[in-house]
């Protein structure tokens, strides 16, 4: 069974910095993309970062120039690194990997997200 566990959230100070991590388990033959959304109560989910195999990278307005997303392929695993935070930053931030299972099958998962707390 191919899964996404997260881990990293955490209450931090504002002007801190935290990194979120995704690793993809079970029989897997590659992570074609993995991005990292984010949802407050009551809000819609709201797309952060992502990237590509090829490490291309995209970034919401808000995360340009202080979060970083990258992707090992070899361990499948990604990572959010979150500098300069601010309380609006506070919420669940949840990944989303595109993974090729063994046989070339196709998953479309979601971690089961983190709390990230943004406060003095």
């Known amino acids: 069974q191919v899964q996404l566990v997260e881990s990293g959230g955490g209450l931090v100070q504002p002007g801190g910095s935290l990194t979120l991590s995704c690793a993809a388990s079970?029989?897997?033959?590659?992570?074609?993309?993995m991005a990292w959304y984010r949802q407050d109560p009551g809000k819609q989910r709201e797309l952060v970062a992502t990237?590509?195999?090829?490490?291309?990278?995209e970034y919401a307005d808000s995360a340009k120039g202080r979060f970083t997303i990258s992707l090992n392929n070899a361990a499948n695993t990604g990572n959010l690194l979150m500098t300069s935070l601010k309380p609006e930053d506070t919420a669940v931030y949840y990944c989303?990997?595109?993974?090729?299972?063994?046989?070339?099958?196709?998953?479309?998962?979601w971690g089961q997200g983190t709390q990230v707390t943004v406060s003095s």
């Open positions: 079970g029989s897997i033959t590659a992570v074609a993309a």
């Open positions: 990237i590509n195999m090829s490490g291309g990278t």
């Open positions: 989303n990997g595109k993974i090729y299972g063994s046989q070339l099958e196709w998953h479309d998962l």
